[in-house]
């Protein structure tokens, strides 16, 4: 069992930054792929990016380059900075963890309950 708690979400104008985090339970968490998605209101829930238990990091083109994935395995936490952030940015933010890389939500079987971040324009 995996418990997943997001926090770092807020209200911020568009150019700013922000810096998300779960934080995990259980001591396996290592051997998880960790996935950071999120939903807009009225959208379904849509893959942002995602680290392996190896570290192979992708994103989805909407975020490329303004968003790092980051994992800190000793603290077994999962990090997503977000610079440059838009108002189309605005979004529920989740973290899931999972046993494979992929963007599919599916593929993920721990969800946390997620982190409002709104933009400003």
């Known amino acids: 069992q995996v418990q997943l708690v997001e926090s770092g979400g807020g209200l911020v104008q568009a150019g700013d930054s922000l810096r998300l985090s779960c934080a995990a339970s259980?001591?396996?968490?290592?051997?998880?792929?960790m996935g950071w998605f999120r939903q807009a209101p009225g959208k379904e829930r849509e893959f942002v990016a995602v680290?392996?238990?190896?570290?192979?990091?992708y994103y989805t083109d909407s975020v490329k380059g303004r968003f790092t994935i980051s994992r800190d395995n000793a603290k077994n936490t999962v990090y997503l900075q977000m610079n440059n952030l838009k108002p189309e940015d605005t979004a529920v933010y989740h973290c899931?963890?999972?046993?494979?890389?992929?963007?599919?939500?599916?593929?993920?079987?721990?969800w946390g309950q997620g982190t409002q971040v709104t933009v400003s324009s």
């Open positions: 680290i392996t238990w190896s570290g192979t990091i």
């Open positions: 259980g001591r396996t968490f290592s051997r998880y792929t």
């Open positions: 899931a963890a999972g046993s494979r890389g992929t963007i599919y939500l599916s593929d993920y079987g721990y």
